[in-house]
């Protein structure tokens, strides 16, 4: 384990007020939009973004679907996937897979299927936007499903897991937590923190069938959250939310297979707060990297070496608000926005291309219970 001392850049966030905007236009818009998945009775928010001042204005409301966890958009933009963690729907204990068409600023709703099981927490799309896997984090399950015209088809797959980690309060089962795709789209993970794994399938693109292929095994009690893949083709970082780590791995673009080759400690060796490490950011060069933990309410920035993967700090900074539960740059990556679920904000901050630093001085912008982040 390499121990990494921490840097703390002290930032305020000062809360900006959100002016109503009047009614879309027809046609796009010039500026790119945000769509912002609240855990609430029911929305998924839709802001105007002002690139060069970094503000957010908001523009609609869907009031569809009830506690979204995730959204991710299809390759084009054409289309919305949600991921609704609920006990129960069309009559089964699971949650619910939806998706839309985004059409200016609003969602037309497609259709909505049965995830495998209770608390659906996850979805992905692979990069032909024909396959979507979601995970169930209360029901230890996962599911995948075929799309086409942005329809999802009911589940061709489903997988209850049955493992289990030391954790007593937090791995007394399986919690699929993160689903994912390798760059080439013929593999795919499925993050199982109850479990201390990833599982690795083999995926059959005309049928969106997945073919077990291997299980990365991770330390026991870390709680493996989150995977994201480095541009340099062969490194992938699993996040680990119980232990607040962070594991460099060399994936295999042959086999799909994952090999640890290093663990980072997020934390300083004498802290002894609550460990909730979340989610991870990595420019689109792949020299920067970033790392949010809940426990801290701090996200951590990295330079990464482009050939190898392997980070070094640069510092840690607070993320403006309580709880960041998801994080993303803008399309220009001059600005970072964290949606900070237990102060209902989403706070946004200046970032240097040049050096991945990050400002000492943010805005906030007021959404309720924010879970995830995406661009249109």
């Known amino acids: 384990m390499i121990k990494l001392s921490r840097r703390d850049f002290l930032l305020s966030a000062s809360a900006a007020t959100l002016a109503a905007a009047a009614a879309p236009s027809l046609g796009k818009s010039p500026s790119p939009r945000v769509f912002i998945a609240s855990k609430t009775p029911g929305n998924i928010l839709v802001f105007g973004w002002d690139t060069d001042g970094g503000d957010l204005t908001r523009l609609s409301e869907s009031g569809l679907l009830a506690n979204v966890e995730w959204i991710t958009f299809s390759p084009d933009r054409h289309y919305l996937f949600a991921a609704s963690e609920v006990d129960s729907f069309n009559g089964k204990p699971t949650g619910e897979v939806a998706s839309y068409r985004v059409l200016n600023a609003e969602l037309q709703p497609l259709s909505a299927q049965n995830s495998a099981g209770k608390g659906t927490c996850h979805v992905a799309l692979d990069w032909t936007g024909r396959v979507l896997l979601a995970a169930d984090y209360f029901g230890g399950s996962a599911a995948s499903f075929q799309v086409s015209d942005g329809r999802i088809s009911p589940a061709v797959w489903t997988e209850n897991y049955t493992g289990h980690g030391p954790n ?8 699929a937590h993160f689903a994912s795709f ?3 789209s013929r593999f795919a993970y499925m993050n199982d923190l109850g479990g201390d794994c990833i599982h690795i399938y083999l995926v059959d693109p005309e049928t969106a069938m997945m073919h077990a292929n291997g299980t990365y095994r991770a330390e026991p009690g870390c709680g493996p959250r989150t995977l994201h893949f480095h541009p340099n083709g062969h490194t992938a970082y699993s996040i680990n939310e119980l232990s ?41 060069d ?4 970033y790392f949010a933990n809940r426990g801290n309410n701090s996200i951590y920035s990295f330079h990464a070496d482009y050939d190898t993967g392997k980070l070094t700090p640069l510092g840690t900074f607070d993320c403006g608000g309580k709880t960041p539960r998801n994080f993303v740059l803008d399309p220009t990556e001059r600005w970072m926005l964290v949606a900070n679920q237990d102060s209902n904000l989403i706070s946004v901050f200046r970032r240097n291309p040049q050096t991945g630093l990050i400002s000492e001085t943010g805005k906030s912008a007021a959404v309720a219970a924010p879970m995830c982040i995406a661009f249109e």
């Not at 007593?168 to 919690?175: G, P």
């Not at 042959?254 to 909730?276: A, E, F, I, R, V």
């Not at 792949?286 to 990297?289: A, D, L, P």
């Open 168 to 175: 007593a309060t937090r791995q007394q089962s399986a919690h």
């Open 182 to 184: 390798s760059p080439d």
């Open 244 to 284: 607040s780590t962070v594991d460099l791995l060399e994936w295999s673009k042959s086999t799909g297979g994952l090999t640890h080759k290093m663990s980072y400690n997020l934390l300083p060796s004498d802290y002894h707060g609550p460990t909730n490490a979340c989610d991870t950011v990595i420019t689109k």
């Open 286 to 289: 792949g020299k920067s990297v």
